[in-house]
């Protein structure tokens, strides 16, 4: 399909702001951290704030044209020791919880779980958040979104990697060549998150 895709700039925080929070309402990690309906509301836009925020200024946020959709892309060096150039130092999960919402440990706990089981040593890209709008969902927005990364990946010899947050997720990235790394990340008292990379397919072609 017909997919315009292009990268967001500043000028577009606000729509993938919002689009973000409104995709991850009733995303199960998402109600892992913020717990309740209506604390949820009030509370969620500010930590995809902080992850759009991050990823304008040391990432790409892909865009399709009409609004539709978006996904959060970092670029990982083999040498980075952090979670996609989103905690470069010790204490940046405590300030995004002081910034987001000071009296949830579960901001910072989310952080610091992820940024352990993010795989090390191998240059990837890595897809922090891919939100599709709710009434939009169903269309192939996000595996476009995804394959044109992908697409580039393989034609650039590099991994790709990424945490799925529902088993059926985990069904959809399957399908574009992702599989398990490690085992299933299980959140305290909540669901499970499955890290997954995917191998480019060009470099296993060639074994």
Request: contains cysteine.
């Amino acid at each position: 399909m017909g997919v315009a895709i292009r990268t967001a700039g500043g000028d577009d925080r606000e729509l993938v702001v919002r689009l973000l929070d409104e995709a991850f309402q009733d995303d199960p990690v998402s109600s892992w951290v913020f717990p309740g309906a209506e604390y949820r509301r009030a509370t969620h836009h500010r930590l995809m704030a902080a992850f759009t925020d991050a990823t304008l200024a040391d990432g790409r946020v892909d865009l399709v044209e009409d609004g539709s959709a978006c996904a959060l892309w970092m670029s990982v060096p083999a040498e980075d020791t952090g979670h996609g150039g989103a905690a470069g130092g010790e204490d940046e999960f405590a300030e995004l919880r002081r910034a987001v919402d000071p009296d949830n440990e579960r901001v910072e706990m989310i952080g610091r779980l992820t940024a352990g089981v993010h795989p090390q040593g191998r240059a990837h890209e890595y897809l922090w958040m891919i939100g599709v709008a709710p009434g939009r969902q169903g269309e192939g927005l996000g595996t476009a979104l995804i394959g044109s990364v992908l697409d580039r990946c393989d034609r650039q010899d590099r991994a790709a990697y990424l945490e799925a947050s529902s088993e059926r997720s985990v069904r959809l990235y399957r399908r574009l060549g992702f599989a398990p790394v490690g085992e299933p990340l299980r959140l305290p008292d909540g669901p499970l998150m499955y890290p997954m990379w995917r191998e480019p397919r060009a470099a296993r072609a060639q074994n």
